[in-house]
């Protein structure tokens, strides 16, 4: 298995929400992000998971809540978002956690707040 | 602070090569990074350059110069497939990859 899976691939939630974005892998990467995209934007990273413990945190409002479950599991809460969060979210990981053998990412969540 | 230029947009023709410019600030380098990302899709991981020199591989060669602060993606025997948008990324001794802002390659038949 070589792939990042994330879960949903399209939301649509209220301002007033909880809701929760999924990310699993089974490649034995010990290092896992949440990177958030704008339409013609790069990625912009938000959190760092290194062996399960939150290692960065790039000053993401805390309407954000990751959390790592385990090795292989990576969700993102949600909860009294605004519109303009409205974003592709992905999920990458990688072997190392050093970025050199590249990071794989997940195909996203696409995120609409209304 | 850190900051990555390249250009926002390049158009070549199907069978061309196409280079792609990237120069960059940052503090603790290791290393520089490109991703491919077809519109609607996940970025992909195409290459790695933590030493100064060319990386080949397949139709995909990069380089990068560290002491000018530069890299170049280098594609050859473009194909239409090969459409999207292309990041330069940095690694830096913080373990974090931060993205330059994309270069969108064109590419006429």
């Known amino acids: 298995d070589t792939e990042v899976t994330q879960t949903p691939k399209h939301l649509v939630m209220g301002m007033t929400n909880k809701k929760s974005l999924k990310c699993e892998q089974h490649m034995g990467h010990r290092a896992m992000y949440w990177y958030k995209q704008k339409a013609k934007k790069p990625p912009e990273l938000m959190f760092v998971y290194s062996y399960e413990k939150l290692s960065i945190n790039e000053s993401v409002p805390s309407r954000f809540s990751p959390e790592c479950p385990n090795s292989s599991l990576l969700n993102l809460h949600l909860h009294a978002l605004q519109p303009e969060d409205s974003a592709l979210y992905l999920c990458?990981?990688?072997?190392?956690?050093?970025?050199?053998?590249?990071?794989?990412f997940g195909s996203g969540t696409r995120l609409t707040v209304v | 602070g850190q900051s990555l230029e390249q250009p926002s947009e390049v158009t070549a023709v199907e069978g061309a090569i196409v280079q792609i410019n990237c120069t960059y600030q940052?503090?603790?380098?290791?290393?520089l990074s490109w991703y491919q990302q077809h519109d609607g899709g996940a970025p992909t991981f195409l290459s790695y350059?933590?030493?100064?020199g060319l990386e080949e591989t397949g139709r995909f060669s990069s380089f990068l110069s560290r002491s000018d602060s530069y890299g170049y993606l280098l594609l050859q025997e473009l194909q239409m497939k090969d459409s999207a948008s292309y990041f330069c990324a940095v690694l830096n001794r913080d373990d974090k990859i931060i993205f330059g802002k994309g270069t969108r390659l064109h590419i006429l038949p």
């Open positions: 940052t503090s603790g380098f290791y290393g």
């Open positions: 990458a990981s990688s072997q190392t956690g050093t970025g050199k053998t590249g990071y794989t």
């Open positions: 350059n933590a030493l100064d």
